[in-house]
Structure formats: C-alpha cells, structure tokens
C-alpha cells in the first residue's frame, strides 16, 4: 500500500493539469501546432 500512495497522487495531479489544460482552451491549440508540424514535414503547408 505504501508504494501505491505516491503513484496515486502523482495519477491525480496529472489527472487535474489535464483538466486545468483543458479548460484554458490548450488542447485547440496543441492540435493545430500538431496539424501545422505535419503539414510541414510532408510539404503541403
């Protein structure tokens, strides 16, 4: 149980910037970096 504790809490607080990432409108704006990156390495943008 000891060695369960810490990979809990570290599972929640990835699980809360998740959430606060989201919440700020992040996730729009890693993915139209991620369409641009991809664009580019394959010579369409």
Do not use: D
Not at 11 to 32: C, I, K, P, S
């Amino acid at each position: 149980m000891r060695r369960a504790l810490p990979a809990l809490g570290v599972l929640v607080l990835g699980a809360v910037f998740l959430a606060v990432g989201a919440a700020r409108g992040e996730a729009a704006t890693v993915l139209q970096k991620a369409v641009r990156i991809c664009m580019e390495c394959i010579g369409i943008g």
